[in-house]
């Protein structure tokens, strides 16, 4: 592994660069071509990328401004930053001045799952196209299929990311509390490269660096659709750590952040102190029995629902039901996409259409809650190969004693 100083050193460099585009044109000539198989079968003619996640997905970077995709041409209009360089760039002040002429009278895209009203009639009052298509729709699909060079990325998020959860017992010292303890966490993440953005896929979903839950603050519903919940340090942030006390008998839940280079793993691991209840020691052996039935069983062209369905029964058989995701409160799925955001597509749950493909990267984290105990379970980034679930996410699963 790279030692920190090279990280940021290898960062910095990146950042300097004027070009707009950081991919290699292959690789962005992959992404585009995959955006444009989706717009095509929504009846997209050209699509305005709009959010930060989808130009950094089509440029390798963040930019103020938008993306115009048609079939056969891309065109970069930006606002800010300047000085920027490269092919096809067309520096605006304002939306009104981007060329919609390529459009005819075709269906225009926008991102409408993350745009304010107020900008959608602007731009169809600027391109002169009115009820614009669902561009959100055929960027999550093209995203939910990643090149190789994306699962490299992820995988060397999770390489770093493992290290880091080796070294957590040596951050704890008697009598701290989870948020003494995540800020320890989260230090060492920080220096070891972590970029500290948690970019979240979804409506009002709020997260900062991840979730440390100790004890029976893990049972603590909360109004975000994350797996766990936790009474947070104040009502503005109501999820993850509360200020308890870490003592003998707890189980501590640390699910951090992952965002090493842009993509992001997502990992769960569980610490304890001293002894806990066995219950809590036999749904994380079923947590982990759960894990290696689904690595064989999603392979592409396995359905999200029925993997759900199979976690389940073996929650069933095990008589674990009423612990699963959850106690007073439970999440609806068992796992997701993870990229450059977390909750991309596909999503694993009972009502879910989605199929898996090959390229998909998905994260599973079956868990439980057990009163008096704490949360307990582990969560694993995979990509889906023709062979099942290859694991980027490979620190040790079992329950690891804190002192």
């Given at each position: 592994?790279?030692?920190?100083?090279?990280?940021?050193?290898?960062?910095?460099?990146?950042?300097?660069?004027?070009?707009?585009?950081?991919?290699?044109?292959?690789?962005?000539?992959?992404?585009?071509?995959?955006?444009?198989?989706?717009?095509?079968?929504?009846?997209?003619?050209?699509?305005?990328?709009?959010?930060?996640?989808?130009?950094?997905?089509?440029?390798?970077?963040?930019?103020?401004?938008?993306?115009?995709?048609?079939?056969?041409?891309?065109?970069?209009?930006?606002?800010?930053?300047?000085?920027?360089?490269?092919?096809?760039?067309?520096?605006?002040?304002?939306?009104?001045?981007?060329?919609?002429?390529?459009?005819?009278?075709?269906?225009?895209?926008?991102?409408?799952?993350?745009?304010?009203?107020?900008?959608?009639e602007?731009?169809?009052?600027?391109?002169?196209?009115?009820?614009?298509?669902?561009?959100?729709?055929?960027?999550?699909s093209?995203?939910?299929?990643?090149?190789?060079?994306?699962?490299?990325?992820?995988?060397?998020?999770?390489?770093?990311?493992?290290?880091?959860?080796?070294?957590?017992?040596?951050?704890?010292?008697?009598?701290?509390?989870?948020i003494?303890?995540?800020?320890?966490i989260?230090?060492?993440?920080r220096?070891?490269?972590?970029?500290?953005?948690?970019?979240?896929?979804?409506?009002s979903?709020?997260?900062f660096?991840?979730?440390?839950?100790?004890?029976?603050n893990?049972?603590?519903?909360?109004?975000?659709?994350?797996?766990?919940?936790?009474?947070?340090?104040?009502?503005?942030?109501?999820?993850?750590?509360?200020?308890?006390?870490?003592?003998?008998?707890?189980?501590?839940m640390?699910?951090?952040?992952?965002?090493?280079?842009?993509?992001?793993?997502?990992?769960?691991?569980?610490?304890k102190?001293?002894?806990?209840?066995?219950?809590?020691e036999?749904?994380?052996?079923?947590?982990?029995?759960?894990?290696?039935?689904l690595?064989?069983?999603?392979?592409?062209?396995?359905?999200?629902?029925?993997m759900?369905?199979?976690?389940?029964?073996?929650v069933?058989?095990?008589?674990?039901?009423?612990?699963?995701?959850?106690?007073?409160?439970?999440?609806?799925?068992?796992?997701?996409?993870?990229?450059?955001?977390?909750?991309?597509?596909?999503?694993?749950?009972?009502?879910?259409?989605?199929?898996?493909?090959?390229?998909?990267?998905i994260?599973?984290?079956?868990?439980?809650?057990?009163?008096?105990?704490?949360?307990?379970g582990?969560?694993?980034?995979?990509?889906?190969?023709?062979?099942?679930?290859?694991?980027?996410?490979?620190?040790?699963?079992?329950?690891?004693?804190?002192?």
């Open positions: 592994m790279k030692h920190n100083s090279e990280h940021f050193f290898c960062r910095k460099q990146h950042n300097a660069s004027n070009r707009l585009l950081l991919l290699p044109e292959d690789e962005s000539d992959r992404r585009l071509d995959r955006l444009r198989h989706s717009m095509a079968a929504l009846g997209i003619h050209a699509g305005l990328v709009s959010g930060n996640a989808s130009k950094f997905y089509l440029t390798g970077r963040v930019f103020v401004g938008w993306i115009l995709v048609t079939a056969d041409a891309v065109t970069y209009y930006v606002r800010r930053p300047v000085e920027l360089e490269g092919d096809r760039i067309v520096y605006v002040r304002k939306p009104e001045e981007i060329d919609f002429s390529c459009l005819g009278s075709g269906c225009l895209g926008l991102e409408l799952e993350t745009m304010s009203y107020s900008s959608v602007r731009l169809e009052v600027a391109s002169g196209i009115k009820n614009p298509g669902n561009l959100s729709s055929a960027l999550r093209a995203r939910s299929v990643k090149t190789e060079t994306e699962i490299a990325q992820i995988a060397r998020s999770g390489e770093i990311q493992e290290d880091v959860y080796r070294r957590i017992p040596g951050l704890y010292r008697a009598g701290m509390s989870d003494e303890l995540q800020i320890e989260e230090r060492l993440s220096m070891s490269g972590c970029l500290g953005q948690f970019r979240i896929a979804g409506d979903m709020e997260l660096m991840g979730n440390v839950l100790a004890g029976d893990a049972d603590t519903p909360t109004p975000y659709d994350f797996a766990m919940g936790g009474a947070g340090a104040d009502p503005s942030l109501p999820v993850g750590a509360d200020g308890t006390v870490i003592t003998g008998g707890m189980t501590v640390v699910d951090v952040n992952g965002n090493y280079t842009g993509y992001m793993t997502d990992m769960t691991r569980v610490y102190v001293g002894n806990i209840a066995p219950l809590a036999k749904a994380h052996r079923c947590s982990i029995d759960i894990l290696r039935m690595e064989k069983q999603g392979i592409p062209g396995a359905k999200a629902s029925d759900h369905a199979a976690a389940e029964k073996i069933n058989d095990y008589g674990l039901h009423n612990y699963f995701m959850g106690h007073r409160q439970h999440a609806a799925f068992i796992g997701h996409g993870v990229g450059i955001e977390i909750n991309e597509a596909p999503v694993i749950a009972p009502r879910s259409r989605d199929v898996l493909e090959a390229g998909n990267v994260a599973l984290e079956p868990k439980f809650v057990i009163p008096g105990t704490g949360a307990v582990v969560e694993n980034t995979y990509v889906v190969t023709s062979d099942g679930l290859k694991c980027l996410t490979n620190a040790p699963e079992e329950i690891i004693e804190l002192i």
